[in-house]
């Protein structure tokens, strides 16, 4: 009978500590983790600019011939403080391409995207594409391209 007992208390004792040791351990992981990432470096907010469109963001072509692929600068002013810089300008489809300058515009600073439309190719009649514009602006703006092409004689 005692060493039942005994056997009892040591079952306890070792349960105890078990689950002592188990509070402690739970109790401080999130404290450490919390500590964890507080020392890593945080992303800072990507500062943003904004542009003044001296074109405006929509062209139309008018009506031109297949085999002229058509080209329009879209003239933009950096009025921010901070350089304006281009991430990327998506365009809708291959039948549009873009050129522009992939070194920052400062502030005050005039810049060109050239739009190139070439619908050889497609069927004749009217056209309308997008360009969007992604960078450190507050939000991507879309640059509108639209005509009418006939075939060439």
């Not at 040791?21 to 500590?35: D, H, N, V, Y």
């Not at 907010?45 to 542009?51: A, D, E, H, I, K």
């Not at 008018?62 to 350089?83: A, C, I, L, S, T």
């Not at 450190?136 to 639209?146: D, G, Q, Y």
Request: aromatic residues 12%; hydrophobic residues 35%.
């Amino acid at each position: 009978m005692i060493q039942h007992i005994l056997f009892k208390f040591k079952c306890m004792k070792k349960l105890l500590l078990f689950s002592l040791l188990s509070l402690i351990i739970f109790s401080c992981g999130p404290q450490m983790r919390k500590q964890e990432q507080s020392s890593k470096p945080q992303p800072q907010p990507r500062v943003t600019t904004q542009l003044e469109w001296l074109t405006g963001t929509q062209h139309d072509f008018g009506v031109y011939v297949e085999r002229e692929p058509k080209d329009f600068g879209f003239v933009f002013r950096n009025v921010g403080k901070v350089p304006f810089v281009i991430d990327s300008v998506v365009t809708a489809c291959g039948c549009t391409q873009t050129k522009y300058k992939k070194s920052p515009v400062q502030p005050g600073d005039v810049d060109t995207i050239q739009v190139v439309y070439s619908g050889n190719g497609f069927v004749p009649g009217y056209f309308h594409q997008t360009c969007t514009v992604f960078g450190n602006i507050s939000a991507p703006v879309e640059l509108k391209v639209k005509g009418v092409f006939d075939h060439a004689e």
